[in-house]
């Protein structure tokens, strides 16, 4: 054998070696061979080199019912400016909510109440579009619109109400079919209201909201709902299986739906409608929060007692869903209707015992900071 030969021999050698090992370019298959697919690498811990990491977290905070105010002559004072500064640094989050129970808007001239302008027997709100930088200066990134006030001054509030929020830079969810995804700290949240309303998507129909939440979990990492479901007033702040009926009007069945949702893909339910506070509910290791009750009310919302006990939610969750922590910061609302914060802690005492008597089994646990658990 030739020099030569036997270093043509050698390379060839070194190329068979080299192929038997995996690290050589795989040869391009006949047009005739179907494709495979390759077999991706393991994921490292806390994610993978070719997925996001599923173990980071982002902290949320919601809040109940906010009114602020009622114009032409009801309104707080600096045009609204510094109405949230007491509770403003216990709701910082990453992402933070609430529920606009009321539009931003001039007078329209359509007032649902028509001549009952006093609300002896009808109730209307509203305030100037001015007040959606209110709720930005206060750190609100997200509202919800799926309530029954939302129409209180007709098609036309209602769309200066989401021009106004556009405009202050604000996102709001709630009409139908509106899906309201943010990316938060690298984690994509989206974000779907319901009511029993015809401008908000259907709290009612279960099979058709759960369509929606499998549209949303399709396009986010986490799925938040907020839902306007139940009785109102100081003897509706229990959870009972079955359609909560209100004043002739079907409330939706709170269980059910939120059952419903976290079986379709939801992570976390955030409830509100009741004025009070209602029991909280681990399902399948999820969050639900039945009712956080009314937050801000300013010469609109009764104060005084179980009305007027509230707070804030906090909560972190993992972009793969997984509930992290939990905490009730208590407020409540002082005359007429100011968010402060509450030294009697009353919302942590309250929530408790509910979830303990409306939940026994999967009631949320609240240590008397606040702190929420799952059963154990």
């Not at 192929?19 to 390759?38: Q, Y």
């Not at 009808?122 to 750190?139: D, I, M, T, W």
């Not at 009697?344 to 005492?349: D, H, L, P, T, W």
């Amino acid at each position: 054998m030739t020099v030569v030969r036997a270093r043509r021999l050698v390379a060839l050698l070194a190329v068979v070696v080299l192929a038997g090992c995996g690290t050589a370019p795989t040869p391009t298959a006949p047009a005739t061979t179907p494709p495979t697919t390759a077999t991706p690498p393991a994921p490292t811990p806390g994610g993978s080199s070719t997925g996001p990491d599923q173990s980071a977290q982002l902290t949320l905070s919601a809040v109940g019912d906010v009114i602020m105010g009622n114009a032409p002559s009801q309104l707080p004072p600096n045009n609204g400016h510094g109405f949230f500064d007491d509770v403003a640094q216990s709701m910082h989050a990453d992402l933070q909510m609430a529920n606009l129970e009321q539009p931003l808007t001039d007078d329209t001239g359509v007032g649902k109440c028509g001549a009952d302008t006093a609300g002896r027997t009808c109730f209307q709100f509203r305030s100037p579009p001015s007040y959606a930088n209110v709720l930005k200066e206060a750190g609100f990134a997200l509202v919800n619109l799926a309530n029954n006030h939302a129409y209180d001054f007709g098609p036309a509030g209602h769309q200066n109400t989401r021009k106004a929020l556009d405009t202050a830079g604000v996102k709001y969810t709630g009409p139908p079919g509106m899906i309201t995804v943010v990316t938060v700290q690298g984690i994509k949240v989206a974000v779907v209201g319901f009511a029993p309303y015809p401008w908000a998507n259907d709290l009612v129909n279960i099979p058709k909201a759960e369509d929606l939440v499998r549209q949303a979990k399709a396009q986010a990492d986490l799925v938040v709902i907020q839902v306007h479901m139940g009785g109102e007033g100081a003897d509706h702040t229990h959870t009972k299986p079955g359609t909560d009926m209100f004043l002739g009007e079907n409330r939706g069945d709170p269980i059910a739906f939120s059952h419903g949702m976290i079986d379709a893909g939801a992570d976390l339910i955030i409830g509100h409608s009741p004025h009070v506070m209602r029991a909280m509910e681990f399902y399948k290791g999820k969050l639900i929060a039945y009712s956080l009750g009314n937050f801000a009310g300013y010469h609109a919302l009764g104060y005084n007692g179980v009305v007027g006990i509230t707070g804030i939610l906090r909560v972190t969750l993992r972009r793969d869903g997984s509930y992290v922590s939990g905490t009730l910061v208590p407020t409540h609302m002082v005359a007429p209707g100011s968010p402060r914060m509450d030294p009697q802690k009353q919302a942590i005492s309250l929530v408790s015992s509910l979830c303990k008597a409306d939940f026994p089994k999967t009631g949320a646990r609240l240590a008397a900071d606040g702190t929420v658990t799952p059963p154990t």
